[in-house]
């Protein structure tokens, strides 16, 4: 009898997060884009932290930000939203120099948007995070989500479970054959996770003052 419980609960721990995954690939279907002339106008565009080395975007965050930018150049967005976390490093270390967003904020500037036109958020520590506090605190309730492939289904489900309408623009520009690798197999619990996030133990992010983009 243990033995066949042991195996029930062993199946369901592969099972689950393969099933999480499934749903929100489905959910995405149609809501994802290739080519910017094809995503439908937004206000703003939200824009995921993926790390910073040295003072520098990785390549995964670079991207996200030239993407965005292409958005905002082709007139598909009038803002963009740089969330990403000033709190730790890599080794989660607390480290005073480490700040996704202000990285980003360079990049873009770099790649001629007006500072006006950027806001950040400084405590997108999550996909959970970002998503609760571009609804909490930049009371956006429309939005185009900005990251790569892999990371669209769960962003856009995530988006969809707190009352934000979102589509997704793919900011794959260039190979990452490791990394993406591993982000890619890293989604299949992490998907998981936001289910649990979203409809079990919701929990709270950084919360604050409300911030309006204009």
Not at 3 to 22: F, N, S, T
Not at 180 to 187: G, N, P, V, Y
Request: include cysteine; glycine fraction near 6%.
């Amino acid at each position: 009898m243990i033995k066949k419980l042991m195996v029930l609960l062993a199946a369901i721990a592969v099972v689950m997060p393969l099933l999480a995954r499934l749903i929100s690939q489905l959910q995405a279907q149609g809501r994802v884009f290739d080519k910017v002339e094809d995503v439908p106008h937004h206000h703003v565009a939200v824009v995921f932290g993926a790390g910073v080395r040295n003072g520098l975007p990785t390549p995964m965050l670079y991207d996200r930000v030239a993407s965005a930018v292409s958005l905002y150049k082709a007139g598909v967005v009038d803002k963009l939203l740089m969330s990403g976390d000033n709190r730790l490093t890599a080794l989660g270390a607390v480290s005073i120099d480490y700040n996704e967003p202000a990285v980003m904020r360079r990049t873009a500037m770099q790649l001629g948007v007006p500072d006006q036109d950027i806001v950040m958020d400084y405590a997108g520590r999550s996909t959970y995070d970002t998503c609760y506090r571009a609804r909490d605190i930049f009371g956006l309730s429309d939005v185009v989500l900005v990251t790569q492939r892999f990371h669209l289904d769960r962003a856009i489900l995530t988006c969809d479970a707190l009352g934000i309408s979102a589509v997704g623009y793919v900011a794959d520009r260039q190979a990452y054959p490791v990394s993406l690798t591993w982000s890619t197999l890293r989604e299949i619990p992490a998907t998981l996770n936001a289910f649990l996030e979203l409809y079990v133990t919701r929990p709270l992010p950084v919360l604050g003052e409300r911030i309006v983009i204009d």
